[in-house]
């Protein structure tokens, strides 16, 4: 009445019709002399319309994506209950309050994504990152399109999200498992295969190029069994077999494999069946590990056990030489000094006396070889170190028709280093070289050369055998490696030989020579400011004629000397060959023999062995000593020690309370020589009575 129109949706409930229909109405006020006389209305059917708007919008407030309306400025406009639960707001009129801007996390990544959506029809799928109302962030993938107007501008976005929070979370937690497998099985020190029951690999880890020289991928397309031993491939398929059809549970064998480069590798398999979700034997897990290394190791103990074992022997075997060399050697210096002998007997006793010297030298070689190194480093005469070396071998170069060319250098430096562990590498370049030679030959040659510079002396072994092939060189001084026949050699020679060199501070090289053979060559530093102390020649006493300490016979004359020692031969020689230089001389066997003796009458000297035997025990000479020494009154007799044993100087003898000892095998003319320094500075207080 008063607009004289209206517009608006009307229910209608039509004839016949139960359901209600919806009109959308446009009525006009029909006027005739200003005053309604009738009302026209334009009605159109909106029920299907109004049917569908009630559908989407019961769809927008249940979909469990998130649905929004958002404009060009950064306004919402709308939003489901969904997206305002996945955002933490408690309204939907708190989250229209709120611009785009301020649940973005990357603003770049929103100018982004409205670019995108501005030149595509519809973007799908792309993953965005929101910001909830409490402040955490959640993943969502984003659909989105533009609504534009007849004139081609945007005036609304809408689309919808997904919360993917959870599965990323679960697809990271899925990759650091995935990983942290990888990377188990590639830090896993063995190789892992896993074979089908139709025997193809399904799985090769990395640690086949570290143990056998293939890549994953080369032996994953190998049939099973391509690398393995023809002997030993027989009882891995049985095994194979057996874990298959459930036979076995899980077994070990040890297996040959080729390695890439051509060599047999020893490989400790250990075979467990592989099960799928059902508990279905889907496969064969085998996990195997190089022991090829070991096995050699363990050889080489046993090899190094029998050869301390017989270190010990010959050390024993030296040992008790020493006293039948020291009665040989006692005497023939006596039968050969003594007054109305001819001339061809004094001959026969010289080369008899030189024969004990040098079967004496031998033993002293022995048991400084075999005893354990001193590890105490002093300034060394490599001139000695060399010569004492081709005295230990000069058996076998000779058996062997190999001659050895080696001239001392004068004026050489000392090192610093250990004997025993230096002799030992000399030792076995020799050895090495005799070998080399042996291989082609029934003679030879080995040169040893010596020279010096500012700071090094060089020792150079050099042969005329087979030679070492170019490509063997760099290797030759690899653990285990060799390049003798099966059987020949360990291949640790030369690894024990550099690492003893590199521990003194030194290297050694080796080189091909063009004519043949093979020169190795130690370097040694040199030792700065100490000169070199020679080696003591072993077992070989001076030859010093009894007419050189007669000129000390006042001094000795008369004096007495009590022997102590349990070897009837020393004893007897002692007591001849001192007792004709006017000394006074009594022999026992026992300490308490030694009491009895000294009850009786004082001594100036007790001659004692250091190792004494009494009823089956043994007994140590240095307690025997203070025994007696404890018991006598004063004047108590001076002590010098007699031993079969090695008896370094210096700090070993004081070490070991050895101030004065005599290392068998000894002759008259040395006894007779200690025993001047031991009483050059007293006077004879005692006589034998």
């Given at each position: ?37 009738g ?5 159109r ?162 640690r ?117 060399l ?36 031998i ?15 002093k ?26 060319e ?88 030369l ?26 060559t ?19 006493v ?13 001094l ?5 000397v ?43 000297v ?84």
């Amino acid at each position: 009445m008063d607009r004289r129109h209206w517009e608006g949706i009307v229910q209608i409930r039509l004839k016949s019709q139960s359901s209600v229909f919806y009109f959308d109405c446009v009525a006009h006020a029909m006027m005739r002399a200003d005053k309604i006389h009738g009302i026209t209305i334009l009605a159109r059917d909106v029920t299907a319309l109004r049917k569908n708007e009630a559908r989407f919008t019961e769809l927008f407030e249940s979909l469990q994506e998130g649905i929004y309306i958002i404009t060009p400025e950064g306004s919402i406009l709308d939003a489901n209950p969904a997206l305002v639960r996945m955002l933490g707001y408690e309204s939907k009129e708190d989250l229209l309050k709120r611009e785009v801007a301020e649940i973005f996390v990357d603003q770049a990544e929103r100018k982004l994504l409205q670019e995108q959506v501005e030149h595509q029809s519809m973007l799908q799928g792309r993953e965005i990152t929101l910001i909830r109302k409490d402040g955490t962030s959640i993943v969502c993938l984003n659909t989105a399109a533009a609504v534009r107007d007849n004139a081609g501008n945007v005036v609304r976005y809408q689309g919808a999200v997904m919360d993917i929070t959870e599965r990323r979370e679960m697809e990271r937690r899925l990759h650091q498992q995935q990983e942290f497998a990888r990377r188990l099985v590639d830090s896993f020190p063995d190789l892992i295969l896993v074979l089908d029951t139709s025997a193809n690999y399904t799985f090769v880890s990395p640690r086949s190029k570290e143990i056998l020289g293939f890549e994953p991928e080369e032996i994953a397309a190998m049939d099973f069994g391509h690398c393995g031993h023809p002997e030993d491939m027989p009882a891995v398929l049985v095994l194979y077999g057996d874990i298959v059809a459930g036979r076995q549970t899980f077994a070990s064998l040890e297996v040959r494999i080729r390695h890439k480069l051509g060599e047999w590798r020893r490989i400790r398999f250990n075979f467990s069946p592989l099960w799928d979700a059902k508990g279905e034997n889907e496969g064969v897990v085998l996990s195997g590990r190089d022991v090829t290394d070991l096995k050699r190791l363990e050889e080489q103990l046993i090899q190094a056990e029998k050869l301390a074992a017989m270190g010990q022997m010959l050390a024993g075997v030296a040992h008790e030489l020493n006293n039948p060399l020291t009665a040989i050697l006692g005497v023939t210096e006596l039968l050969r000094e003594r007054e109305g002998t001819d001339d061809p007997t004094k001959r026969q006793l010289e080369l008899t006396h030189r024969q004990a010297r040098r079967a004496a030298r031998i033993v002293q070689n022995l048991l400084e070889f075999s005893r354990p190194a001193s590890p105490h480093k002093k300034s060394l005469d490599v001139n000695s170190l060399v010569e004492r070396t081709l005295q230990l071998h000069e058996h076998s170069l000779r058996r062997n028709n190999i001659e050895v060319e080696f001239r001392p250098e004068s004026g050489l430096p000392g090192v610093i280093g250990d004997a025993n562990q230096l002799i030992q590498v000399f030792l076995n370049l020799v050895t090495n070289a005799e070998q080399a030679i042996r291989e082609i030959r029934d003679s030879g040659r080995i040169q040893v050369r010596l020279t010096s510079n500012a700071s090094r002396v060089r020792v150079t072994v050099q042969d005329d055998g087979i030679g070492i092939r170019p490509e063997a060189l760099p290797r030759i001084f690899d653990p285990f490696y060799t390049t003798k026949r099966p059987g020949g050699g360990t291949g640790l020679g030369l690894s024990i030989c550099m690492s003893i060199i590199r521990e003194h501070g030194g290297n050694i090289e080796a080189e091909t020579l063009p004519a043949g053979g093979t020169a190795f060559t130690v370097s040694l530093p040199i030792a700065i400011g100490q000169p070199p102390e020679p080696l003591p020649a072993p077992a070989d006493v001076r030859d010093v004629p009894l007419e050189a300490v007669r000129p000390a016979a006042e001094l000795l004359k008369d004096r007495t000397v009590l022997v102590l020692d349990d070897e009837e031969s020393i004893r007897m020689l002692l007591d001849e060959g001192l007792s004709a230089q006017g000394l006074q001389v009594d022999c026992v066997a026992t300490v308490e023999e030694a009491l009895t003796h000294l009850k009786r009458s004082p001594y100036d000297v007790l001659l004692c062995d250091l190792h004494l035997s009494s009823g089956g025990f043994a007994v140590d000479g240095r307690d025997a000593a203070r025994r007696i020494l404890e018991t006598v009154s004063a004047p108590k007799p001076a002590v010098i020690y007699m031993t079969g044993d090695l008896v370094e100087g210096g700090e070993d003898t004081a070490r070991r309370d050895l101030h004065f000892c005599l290392q068998k095998p000894f002759r008259i003319s040395e006894v007779l020589a200690m025993l001047r320094d031991v009483l050059a500075a007293a006077p004879a207080e005692t006589r034998h009575g």
